[in-house]
């Protein structure tokens, strides 16, 4: 049996040591999500603490540019609408540099919002702490979590990025429906189709 050198015993240790530490953590099925504290385009700091009585939160990774987001926001406005009055409520963030991707800035996140009327607050992920908490890699990427803020369904909003109308399967208000039920969502996990996320390398 061939014994590794020392240099090169040390290159492997090395290369080993700055892939895990730079790889980011991520929520999983069952893990429990903490909480965060960001700004909206109202100007106001939101976290899920600020809603006492809710009983589940639908945190939604999405930002101005991206054709695949510009195509869900009617969607993502009419789910905040919706379930709002059923106790659960929709926090939008923004996780994407503005330094490389300008049309996601803060101010134009504000002119984006009054634009389209959410009904949601919009966030900010100011130094773009939050998202790889999250395990996040596109927008839209859609994360419920239950009033104890356990995720339950981490994935794509539904099966047809094109076409609301043309939906079948609506993965994130079945997994709702799930979670109403004392059920566990099916799927629980699905693949979130949209743009990366933009960092400085």
């Known amino acids: 049996m061939k014994i590794l050198s020392p240099v090169l015993l040390f290159v492997a240790v090395f290369c080993l ?41 639908i945190v939604v990774f999405t930002c101005n540019h991206c054709p695949f987001a510009v195509k869900y926001e009617d969607r993502i406005n009419d789910l905040a609408k919706k379930y709002k009055s059923k ?22 996140m504000k002119v984006r919002a009054k634009e389209k009327g959410f009904a949601f ?18 927008t839209p990427h859609a994360f419920l979590l239950d009033k104890n803020r356990v995720v339950k369904y981490i994935g794509a909003i539904d099966d047809n990025v094109d076409s609301a109308t043309d939906v079948k399967e ?32």
């Open 170 to 201: 609506k993965y994130l208000e079945n997994a709702i429906a799930a979670l109403e039920k004392g059920e566990t969502p099916s799927p629980e996990l699905t693949k979130a189709i949209g743009c990366t996320i933009k960092t400085k390398k």
């Open 87 to 108: 106790g659960y409520i929709l926090l939008a963030i923004n996780p994407n540099d503005p330094a490389v991707q300008p049309e996601d800035s803060f101010e134009l």
């Open 17 to 57: 040591a700055a892939f895990t530490s730079n790889a980011p953590s991520s929520y999983k099925i069952g893990d429990t999500a903490t909480d965060f504290k960001l700004k909206s385009v109202d100007g106001k700091m939101y976290s899920m603490a600020d809603y006492k009585n809710a009983k589940g939160y």
């Open 121 to 138: 607050p919009y966030l900010f992920d100011e130094g773009q702490k939050i998202y790889p908490q999250y395990g996040a890699t596109k």
